[in-house]
């Protein structure tokens, strides 16, 4: 009889609830270590909406950030229970994280026993792009969690046996998935075409229609109800598809493929999707994990499993073709925008698969068909990589590990008593090295920005004593508000000179005027040549360089108004792309 990778006794693992506990402490724990990221982008964005409804001043804006309430509601309760600070900004997506993790294990549990389910946990809670995002608000995390959610519900439904929900209780909670991914991000459509496909597969062939009409039921239900909300708020239904339309659809806007040559737009449809994937920390190690063998793995499975095995494939390939190829508008063909967070959708599945397929190298005792094999792929990885100029040590490590767990069969006897515990926690030391590592040196944690900006709150604007106007752009004055609890420094009025008609008014007993200047913000070239010449008036307070393009400088200023000066020496006035959508009203 063929023995197969579900057959295989497991490796004394009894205490499972203990072992998924510890998972999730070693996350939190590197999440700790790490500390929440900052970048000054987006998520100051978020924070900021996410702080106006703790604090009742928020409202639905021509901005498609103001309406991603799935991670804006979280985020402003926790700013309600324990303030602003960049452990509550990132905790919505430490939660999403650590319940994404829980997830992958109880789906693989049953799908491939407990050994395939807790490394299936340990690989994602060790990913470090994973890790990386999970340190930062943003949706693409959360989103990617309310669909694995959705996905795996629907999974457990349409297994013969293998679901205690009714087709009511199931539908009902794919519904409430999907909607929550709805508020969280409308990339959730890229899922949406897997789930339609399921479903008129499913209706073809006569199976789960109760389950399909209790998910078009509930989902009708809830969409009904979002809309209404924004017909009430809004006297416009689609209030959020018209804003979101008028940035996608702008075919000179800064997310756009349509104006460049031919040659850039093959470029983006050929090769740039695989080099981007390569770059990414983390992600290139659930590549070489899973889909390259996966043919290999399930000759392995047995064949009453290899349906949802084939269901989780069909869902990251479906989801890779959209965003390789797919357009992000319906006026004009405009592939999506290159950016590895779009894929965090492919991670829960990866790493389930993943953790199948290590399971089966440790049990199976026919292992060389699948280490072989994998050393072969790792070695074309590592070859690929160096042709794009790229060096992944994920690689190499794992590389190791097999080439460990392919000799295991000339081990002494001593050690093949115990061949499957040890050769479990080599699996197991080799994945946690990656962000051990990548936090260690530094890759994983605060950045440049956030350390500068942290030193400039320390050792200059937290010991003034007199009044100070801070002339700077608004995305150093959001960065230092949120940094203070959204609560202005004390005696320091913050300006941003880039404002059209802008006039500052001096408190009567007179003000210090200081200039906060940064390489990002800036041009770096225009910024190095102020500071070979800088103006008569000005005096250089504090500096912070960690590079040409990492620095920032504070400047004193006697000129009653320096915006002039700064305009005749930073002419390219940076303009915000506000986009002001279509109302019924």
């Known amino acids: 009889m063929k023995t ?31 500390q929440p990221i900052i970048e000054g982008s987006d998520d100051l964005s978020y924070a900021t909406f996410a702080h106006r409804m703790q604090t009742g001043s928020f409202r639905f804006e021509a901005h498609h950030f103001a309406h991603r309430l799935g991670i804006l509601s979280p985020t402003a309760l926790l700013y309600s229970l324990f303030g602003v600070n960049p452990y509550t900004t990132a905790g919505w997506s430490l939660i999403c994280s650590l319940l994404t993790i829980w997830g992958v ?36 995390l959360p989103v990617a969690a309310c669909a694995f959610a959705a996905l795996a519900v629907l999974a457990q439904a349409r297994n013969p046996g293998g679901c205690r929900l009714s087709p009511r209780e199931a539908g009902l909670l794919v519904a409430l998935a999907l909607t929550a991914a709805v508020l969280t991000k409308l990339s959730i459509i890229w899922v949406g075409y897997f789930l339609v496909l399921v479903m008129l597969h499913d209706l073809y062939h006569g199976r789960h229609r109760a389950l399909w009409g209790w998910i078009a039921v509930s989902g009708g239900v809830m969409g009904a109800l979002y809309l209404g909300v924004y017909q009430v708020l809004r006297g416009d239904p689609l209030y959020h598809l018209h804003v979101v339309n008028q940035i996608y659809n702008n075919p000179y806007g800064i997310w756009t493929y349509s104006v460049e040559s031919g040659n850039s737009l093959m470029a983006r449809l050929t090769y740039q999707p695989l080099r981007m994937i390569l770059e990414i920390p983390g992600f290139v190690t659930l590549v070489f994990l899973s889909i390259p063998l996966a043919w290999l793995f399930l000759k392995q499975v047995e064949p009453a499993r290899r349906g949802e095995y084939r269901y989780w494939l069909g869902m ?69 990589l160096q042709g794009f100029g790229f060096w992944k040590r994920e690689i190499l490590l794992l590389e190791l590990c097999l080439l460990v767990l392919a000799v295991e069969r000339w081990w002494p006897a001593v050690a093949r008593r115990h061949q499957r515990r040890l050769a479990t926690g080599l699996v ?157 009203s």
Request: with cysteine; glycine share 6%.
């Open 4 to 34: 197969t990778v579900n057959d295989q006794p497991q490796v004394g693992l009894r205490r499972d609830p203990w072992l998924v506990a510890l998972v999730l402490i070693v996350h939190v724990g590197l999440w700790w270590w790490a």
């Open 428 to 584: 197991v030391a080799t994945l946690v090295i990656l962000p051990v590592l990548a936090v260690g040196q530094g890759v994983l944690g605060p950045t440049v920005w956030q350390k500068i900006y942290r030193g400039l709150m320390r050792e200059s604007l937290a010991p003034l004593q007199e009044p100070v106007v801070l002339y700077t752009d608004a995305r150093v004055i959001t960065t230092l508000e949120w940094m203070t609890g959204f609560r202005s420094p004390d005696h320091v009025r913050m300006v941003n000179w880039r404002t059209p008609g802008l006039r500052v008014f001096l408190p009567a007993g007179g003000a210090r005027r200081w200039i906060l200047l940064n390489a990002r913000d800036e041009q770096a070239d225009r910024l190095q040549a102020l500071l070979k010449d800088p103006p008569r008036e000005w005096k250089l307070l504090w500096k912070s360089r960690h590079s040409a393009k990492d620095a920032a400088y504070l400047f004193e200023t006697s000129e009653a108004d320096p915006i002039p000066t700064l305009f005749s020496r930073f002419p390219e006035q940076m303009t915000p792309n506000v986009v002001q959508p279509k109302s019924a």
């Open 105 to 140: 294990y109880r789906v693989a549990l049953p799908l491939a026993g407990r050994l395939a389910a807790l490394l299936a946990a340990w690989v994602l809670a060790t990913n470090t792009f994973w890790l990386e995002q999970a340190l930062a608000l943003g949706p693409d």
């Open 316 to 384: 990251m390939g479906l989801v890779l073709f959209v965003f390789w190829f797919a357009t992000n508008s319906f006026q004009y063909y405009n592939p999506m925008m290159l950016c590895g967070r779009y894929l965090m959708f492919l991670f829960p599945p990866a790493a389930l698969l993943a953790g199948a397929i290590l399971a089966g190298l440790i049990q199976s005792p026919r292992r060389g068909a699948l280490v072989v094999p994998m050393a072969g792929v790792g070695a074309a990885m590592v070859l690929v």
